[in-house]
């Protein structure tokens, strides 16, 4: 397992942008499959985007054509650009590791998160 630590939130209005950072170490980040999952208050974790270690990517419907997934294997950094952001996108957001070799984006076959970065969004 990797350790996960992630950055980069914060507060903006609705409309802004914001980009999240997951700084990966203690393995081969360009093996595995990564995901961000994200938790609001009193509600369950909810998975948001993921990437496989060939860059294939996979978003929620809510969050399609605002959110970009990305990664740096040489820096071994997974990314979050959201734009236009709603405030139904305020929550703690977590990244996650999946499957090496892995194209499987499955919310199910991720796990070792981080400890997350909020994320508020006013109206």
């Known amino acids: 397992q990797m350790r996960l630590v992630e950055s980069g939130g914060g507060a903006v209005q609705a409309g802004g942008s914001l980009s999240l950072s997951c700084a990966a170490s203690g393995g081969i980040f360009a093996r595995y499959a990564m995901a961000w999952f994200r938790q609001a208050p009193g509600k369950e974790r909810e998975f948001v985007s993921a990437?496989?270690?060939?860059?294939?990517?996979y978003y929620v419907d809510s969050v399609k054509g605002r959110f970009t997934i990305s990664r740096d294997n040489a820096k071994n950094t997974l990314s979050l650009r959201m734009n236009s952001l709603k405030p139904e996108d305020t929550a703690v957001y977590y990244c996650a590791q999946g499957l090496p070799y892995s194209n499987d984006l499955r919310p199910e076959t991720f796990g070792s998160w981080g400890q997350g970065t909020q994320v508020t969004v006013s109206s």
């Open positions: 990437i496989s270690w060939v860059s294939y990517t």
